[in-house]
């Protein structure tokens, strides 16, 4: 079966309108991974059960956590997602994240790489999480910076 040029144009257009809009994480204590992400990232709660909740973050994706009850992590190089990575367009929203992060992590580590500033720190589940300046809309990305490969 051949596609006609309208039918793949039609593909196209319907395939250019995918995006990513949620994730999904264990964690160990729901209530402060909520405090974390609605403290640090201005997250709002969207839906709340029993060892489960629904994040929504300012743009709108989609934060899924629930309970899982163990502290047991994989570490660097298992399988599957490792962290979210977050950005911001402003310097200012930046350093105000950052003061918020230091309330979770004392010792946050920050670096730049072509041109973009990095800081990564612990949640409270002591996991990482790593926001950039500027988000890649502002600076698109050339490379692949070190530490998101796990280095």
């Known amino acids: 079966m051949t596609n006609t040029k309208s039918e793949t144009s039609s593909a196209q ?5 995918v995006r990513v809009t949620s994730t999904v994480m264990r964690v160990v204590d729901v209530d402060r991974m909520v405090d974390f992400y609605c403290d640090v990232f201005s997250c709002r709660v969207s ?8 994040l929504l973050a300012p743009d709108g994706f989609q934060i899924y956590l629930y309970e899982k009850g163990s502290a047991r992590h994989p570490g660097v190089g298992a ?3 490792e962290y979210l990575t977050w950005s911001t367009d402003t310097e200012a929203e930046f ?4 003061e918020r992060l230091r309330h979770y992590d004392p010792a946050p580590y920050t670096h730049t790489e072509n041109g973009v500033t990095f800081i990564e720190a612990r949640k409270p589940d002591h ?14 990305r050339k490379m692949i910076a070190a530490r998101l490969r796990g280095r």
């Open 79 to 81: 399988v599957g997602v």
């Open 47 to 54: 839906l709340r059960e029993p060892g489960a909740a629904l």
């Open 127 to 140: 996991g990482r999480v790593i926001v950039a300046y500027p988000g890649p809309r502002v600076l698109p």
């Open 95 to 98: 350093e105000r994240i950052t």
């Open 13 to 17: 257009t319907e395939a250019a309108t």
